[in-house]
C-alpha cells in the first residue's frame, strides 16, 4: 500500500521539535523520519537528475564531512543518535553513512541491520529523479515498521528548505513548528550545533559571500585563525563550546529563520500548511497533538494521545527569564521581528 502523505515538519530547531519526532514514532500509523532532511537529504537527491539505485544509494549514504569532524572534535551534536552506541562505522576511520547517524537509528536499535536490509533493495531500482527514488525509500521504510501509512520528516535550521522540498514532493503537506523567542535563542547559544552554524555565517559574512557554501579555500585561508580552524577534520572543540558570543547574535538568527518559515509557508495552499506551537503543545497537549494527527491524516488515538502527553517536558520553558534585566531586554528586541513576522504580540 505505502505511504499515504508525506508531511515534514520544518523550524529553527531547539525547538520541541526532537521531542515532536520521539511522540510521532509512537504512533503506529507514522513513520516518523528524524533529521533525513539535515543529514541525507541534500539537494543532489531533490532535483529531477535522473539517477540510478546505486547512484541514489551513494548518495544518501556518503558521510557527512562536518558533522564526523564535530563528532571527532569532541563536539559532537546532542541530536546524534548513532555515535553514542556505534557498530560498524566510525567518525574517526569509515565515516558514518548520512543515514545512520540521526535516522534510522531513531527507528530502530540496529541501525546496522537496517542500513544492510536496505542496500540491495535500493541499489536494484531503476533509473529516476531523487524525488521518486525518496518516496520509493518511505515505502520501504514504512514497511519494515509495519503499518505506518504517513511518513514525516523533522529536521532542524529547516525554514529555508521549504521551496525545494515543495518543488520536490508537490503533494507534501508542512507544519511550522516554533517556540518563544528568547527561550529558543537561549538554547541555541548554549548549543554546539547552532554556536557552529552562527561562525560559519560569520565566515561567509567576513568573506564577503552570501552563504556558508560558497566559501572557497582561498576565502577560507584568508579567514581568522579561530574560525578557519573549525574547517578541519579536527578541531580543537573549545572554538565552539568556549568561544564567548552575545546571545543577541542567536535572537537575530531565530528572528530570520522564523520570518523565513512564515513567508516560505505563506506561499503553500492553505490545506497544505499549518503552524504548531511548543507552548501551546505543553499547554494543550491533548488538543495540539489530536490537530496534528488529522493534519497527519492519521487517527489520533488514545492511547497515542497519553503517552505523546506525558513525554512532553516543559522544565525549560521560561529559561531566558532567569538572564539579567538588560540582556534579556536586548535578547526581546533581537527577538521582535520574528515575533512580529509570526504575528505574535510581545515577546516572553
Sequence with gaps: MGVRTLTFVVGTGRSG?????????????????????????????????????????ARVTEPNRVFDSMIRSGAALPEFLYNRSPGRYSAETTGIPALSLMALPHLTDDPDALLDA????????????????????????????????????RSGYSTGSV??????????RFVHLFRDGPDCALSMSRHPGYRFITQLLEMA?????????????????????????????????????????????????????????????????????TTLSYERLLDAPYDELTRLAR?????????????????LDGSRRGAALGLPSRELAALRESCAPGMRALGLGAVG
Design 17 to 57: 521539535s526532537t521531542a515532536l519526532s520521539r511522540v510521532l514514532r509512537e504512533h503506529p500509523g507514522v513513520l516518523s523520519l528524524n533529521e533525513l532532511g539535515a543529514t541525507a537529504m541534500g539537494s543532489t537527491t531533490l532535483g529531477e537528475e535522473p539517477l540510478s539505485g546505486r547512484e541514489f544509494w
Design 118 to 153: 536496505l542496500e540491495p533493495r535500493v541499489t536494484g531500482w531503476p533509473v529516476r529523479p531523487g524525488p521518486r527514488h525518496w518516496e520509493a525509500l518511505f515505502d520501504t521504510l514504512a514497511e519494515h515498521g509495519g503499518s505506518a501509512r504517513a511518513a514525516v520528516e
Design 163 to 172: 521551496p525545494p522540498l515543495r518543488r520536490a514532493f508537490p503533494n507534501a
Design 205 to 273: 559574512e567576513l568573506a564577503g559571500v552570501a552563504s556558508p557554501s560558497e566559501l572557497t579555500p582561498e576565502r577560507v585561508a584568508a579567514l581568522p585563525p579561530h574560525l578557519s580552524a573549525l574547517l578541519a577534520d579536527r578541531f580543537d572543540p573549545a572554538l565552539v563550546l568556549e568561544r564567548p558570543m552575545p546571545v543577541t547574535r542567536f535572537g537575530t538568527l531565530w528572528s530570520r529563520l522564523v520570518a523565513e518559515g512564515a513567508e516560505n509557508l505563506r506561499e503553500l495552499p492553505e490545506e497544505a500548511r
Design 295 to 311: 493534519f497527519l491524516d492519521v487517527e489520533p488515538l488514545p492511547r497515542w494521545l497519553d503517552t505523546g502527553a506525558a513525554m
